[in-house]
């Protein structure tokens, strides 16, 4: 029986889709893939020729492979491309061994340092990785190759998850957070940054209490930075910084962590999730064009 | 490389680190025999260079499993873990 009543999915994000106007043949081109399936959300970038060609962006359902084929189709939605024309295929996330069509697999860590170098600039250093189920701090070089690296994956403290798991308790689309978190006079103290299930608990405590949602949200924030820079601090933040993944798109978050470390992260002028897909791509490209020399016996 | 293995919760910070500059060259890896509860694995990595990691299924109680080992800091030995790696890129954080 319908009760009539609409049930809104407070953390579901925007997926999307693009295509490069500048590229307008990629026939003949050097076709390469990197699909990165990660707990929560799967990129799949395209590169012609070692530039992005088209990316799309949408939610891991309950099957890995069908996740990265609907993602590499949407992606190559209109182009005229299908997957025979992709000339090499690189997996990565957490369900990289479930890409169907991948050549070779990488991991996210490699994946994301490499795709950072080549979205944000060669000057990046540190990498903060804010996943769905996970959070990462990786140090890389100037070619993206990487020098350290560390990972809590134990609690969605800190994570993507943790914020959709604030968004339907407190009834606000995971989009707007951000924005709403700065909608206060004071900045109020942390809530528990040790584990969601504490934070969620004690946010509703606030909100009995009288507190607004904007502080709510404001005092979550605060503890996902707090979580966020204690990690980063095992092995030190060098300049540039640079943050990744979904939770980079939260002001609410992003501007917080900056205040605790006294860094300004890179801004970006592109889908902050994309990161690890586009390293995939990259390393597909080096990789084809490594087995093509060896063909050769260059 | 410097890859740091573990979590933080409530209680404190456990992490091991691994610093695989040295794994590719290292004969027999004696790490991996060294630890008792058999936490180190040989991987390649994504270079195919055969390194050392901390079991996937070890990471996230790390604070348990290496117990067995800790309570011989404060006589004259060390972790066995970290003595076995003899250019000392076995660390723990607590």
Known sequence: ?298 | MKAHYGYEDGSGSYYITVNTEYCATCDGKPCTDACVQGIFAREEDDFDDEIVVVREDARNSLKSICAACKPQIGGSRSLPCEVSCKQGMIAHSW
């Open chain 1, 1 to 298: 029986m319908e009760s009539g009543i609409k049930q809104v999915d407070y953390w579901r994000w925007s997926e999307s889709r693009w295509t490069n106007p500048e590229i307008s043949d990629w026939k003949g081109g050097l076709v390469t893939a990197g699909i990165d399936i990660g707990s929560t959300s799967t990129q799949a970038v395209i590169f012609v020729d070692g530039k992005m060609y088209a990316y799309s962006s949408i939610r891991t359902g309950s099957n890995s492979p069908d996740s990265a084929l609907n993602a590499v189709k949407w992606a190559m939605d209109g182009t005229g491309m299908t997957q025979d024309d992709l000339n090499f295929t690189v997996g990565t996330g957490y369900g990289r061994v479930n890409v169907p069509f991948a050549d070779k697999t990488i991991t996210e860590i490699s994946c994301h340092a490499r795709g950072a170098n080549y979205l944000y600039g060669p000057t990046v250093r540190t990498i903060l990785d804010m996943g769905g189920q996970d959070c990462k701090a990786i140090h890389c070089d100037e070619k993206g190759s990487v020098t350290a690296f560390m990972m809590n994956d134990k609690c969605a403290a800190g994570t993507g998850r943790g914020m959709e798991v604030i968004a339907n308790l407190l009834s606000v689309h995971v989009e707007d957070i951000g924005d709403m978190s700065f909608q206060i006079d004071e900045e109020p103290p942390p809530v528990s940054s040790i584990c969601v299930i504490f934070a969620k608990s004690e946010a509703t405590n606030l909100m009995r209490r009288g507190w607004s949602k904007e502080k709510v949200l404001a005092a979550y924030c605060h503890a996902m930075a707090f979580r966020v820079v204690k990690l980063l601090e095992r092995e030190g933040v060098e300049e540039d910084f640079a943050i990744t993944g979904g939770i980079a798109k939260n002001k609410g978050v992003v501007k917080r962590i900056e205040s605790l470390l006294g860094i300004k992260a890179l801004e970006a002028n592109f889908d902050t999730q994309l990161a690890g897909a586009v390293g995939g791509a990259i390393f597909a490209k080096e990789f084809f064009e490594k087995a093509a020399r060896k063909r050769e016996g260059k």
